[in-house]
């Protein structure tokens, strides 16, 4: 067994730096520090992360930190991030950068809202998909199996190794048992831009990777922006999130498998026209699992208050042809969509019953709701495909349903109608309703909190009245400002 001596930052900082110190763990480079000119002092230096990091590490603000291939948090530790730290991800052929948070150990990155943290390229002119990005790995539930062991989930994207280190989820050593309530760490004020790379194809890792991430975590306050592949990807678990930005993501927004069962309220996706995905390209991209069986636990992720526009201005528009829904619900999923807006998309709803157990059959048992919704400005507003279920089976009777009164949704025609300031100005987007006599009145004050599905509830802010992820007016109006980039 190999003995681990690695310096955390917080050592390596008080060390006088004449050129470039290599720290070593029985022969394996973990920590290059290069002398950013202060002279042999603990701040302004370039400090490069590599390999597998076996000790609780500090990363300072004053400091510039480099991620080199594949980084590992290892050994239950926890690395600490503080505000206004910037790390950024290189790429150097196949060598691409990620940062991965093994079971057991945290990542904990508080930034404020003038001093974010910021996970970035290294590059001089950043791209979509320069570095891979963050994948946090926990011991939370997940609905399939890898080698024989049901619970454990091998993480896509090419980040597993001998050691195990891109295993996330329960049923062997590490995690004999399934505990919803782990913590992987903290993000608050975070800013993940430029990543997402496809690894392997058809296996790519996603700018936030939650894979099998408990309840204990917290997540709030997150933006991605330029996704190579999804913003955001749940891999079962059941952490909660709020205030999250996609921002100008290539493939999914908020992607949801495996029996993801968490609940995110207040969420901003914006795209641009022009980007999209081959694999087709949605805000919200929902499976129990790849092949749609009914495993457990089932996905059955809430999410309210979110704002998603899509490439769309007008109903003239043309934009990328990837473009698909902005919610394709699929596979035997049954997550629940409240108190949000989806406008300008070419499909609005898009409920796919085409592969495994109908997904029909999830609106039926009420798994699967849809309320207080506003769809505006989409091409086709509700559409249904594959096996049909007793009640819904065709566009007419999914549209029956979701008009019904009882779930008090909105279909308008145009995305002007939904009355959002300036939502397709990319160089500046202001998303915010128009409040008052000059807003739309059920965006404004149509939402609610009094489905069945929320008895009980201590995670959402229910006394927010509005539609989306922002509020006309008042503290809610403003979350997603200053902290984040567009």
Known sequence: MKKYILLSITA?????ITSCRKIETDGEIQVVVVNGGGGGTPTGQTITLQGRINADTVLRKANTYI????????????????????????FSGSDVAALIITRGSKLVAIGTPTEP?????????????????????????????????????????????????????SGDAVAPTVVDNDNSGTLQYVRIEYAGYAYQPDKEINSLTLACVGSGTTIDHVQTIYAKDDAFEWFGGSVNCKYLIAYKTQDDDFDTDNGFSGKVQFGLIIRDS????????????????????????????????????????TLANTGNSLFLAGAQIRRNSGISIFNSIIVGWPLGIYIDATTGTSTALNIEDSTLRLRNVTLAGNAVNL???????????SDATLTTWFTNSFYNNDVLANVSDAKLIQPYNYAAPDPTPFAGANGNLKINSGGDF??????????????????????????????WKGWSRF
């Not at 559409?383 to 819904?392: E, M, N, P």
């Not at 006394?463 to 109006?477: D, K, N, Q, S």
Request: charged share 15%.
């Open 67 to 90: 991620l080199k291939g594949l980084v590992y948090m290892v050994g239950n530790h926890t690395m600490t991030v503080e505000a206004g730290t910037t790390v950024k991800g290189s």
């Open 383 to 393: 559409k249904f495909a594959g096996t049909t279920g007793a009640t819904i089976n």
């Open 450 to 479: 009094l489905d069945a599905k929320f008895t009980g509830d201590t995670f959402f802010d229910k006394t927010v009245t509005f539609r989306g992820g922002i509020a006309p007016a008042g503290v809610l109006a403003s979350w």
């Open 12 to 16: 390596i900082s008080a060390l006088a």
């Open 117 to 169: 943290v910021v996970f970035t390229s290294a590059s001089p002119n950043p791209q979509s998909g320069d570095w891979g990005g963050i994948v946090l790995c926990g011991k939370a539930g997940y609905n399939l199996s890898y080698n024989g062991i049901n619970g454990l989930f091998q993480v896509e994207g090419g980040i597993d190794n001998a050691n195990g280190d891109g295993l996330a989820g």
């Open 274 to 313: 022009l980007i999209a995905d081959i694999s087709k390209s949605e805000a919200f991209e929902s499976d129990n699992n790849a092949t749609g069986t009914t495993g457990t636990p089932k996905t059955k992720a809430i999410f309210s208050n979110i704002t998603a526009i899509g490439p769309k201005a």
